[in-house]
Nanobody
Framework: VQLQASGGGLVQAGGSLRLSCAAAGSIYSINAVGWYRQAPGKERILVATMNSSGSTNYAGSVKGRFTISRDNAKNTVYLQMNSLKPEDTAVYYC???????????????WGQGTQVTVSS
C-alpha cells in the first residue's frame, strides 16, 4: 500500500489549502485515516483523524478551521485547511489503516509528507 500526499504549498496567513492523500495498491479496505504534522525541531503531532464510521477527531489548535474528509471510492482522504496561521507551518503527513487483499492483514501506512508554509 502506498500513500501519496499532495496539495501543500506557500500561502499567506488567512488563506486556505486542501491536502489530498491517495492510497494505491492491493487494498481490501481502509479503516481509520489521519493527518499529522511535524514542524522543524518538533515532534510529529496529530492534526485530524477519521474512523471508518466517519467519526472525526481534531487537535484543539485546528478545530473549527480544518476539516478531514474521505472518498472511499477513490481511496483518498482530504484535509481542508482554512484560516491558516503561521504556526500551521509544517510538513503534513497522512496515514491509513489498510487491509491488504493478499493477506487480509491490517497495517498502518504513511505518506511521504507535503510541505505547508504559511507566511505572516
Amino acid at each position: 500500500v502506498q500513500l501519496q500526499a499532495s496539495g501543500g504549498g506557500l500561502v499567506q496567513a488567512g488563506g486556505s489549502l486542501r491536502l489530498s492523500c491517495a492510497a494505491a495498491g492491493s487494498i481490501y479496505s481502509i479503516n481509520a485515516v489521519g493527518w499529522y504534522r511535524q514542524a522543524p525541531g518538533k515532534e510529529r503531532i496529530l492534526v485530524a483523524t477519521m474512523n471508518s464510521s466517519g467519526s472525526t477527531n481534531y487537535a484543539g489548535s485546528v478545530k473549527g478551521r480544518f476539516t478531514i474528509s474521505r472518498d472511499n471510492a477513490k481511496n483518498t482522504v482530504y484535509l481542508q485547511m482554512n484560516s491558516l496561521k503561521p504556526e500551521d507551518t509544517a510538513v503534513y503527513y497522512c496515514n491509513a489503516e489498510a487491509v491488504v487483499k493478499s493477506t487480509l492483514t491490517m497495517g498502518l501506512y504513511w505518506g511521504q509528507g507535503t510541505q505547508v508554509t504559511v507566511s505572516s
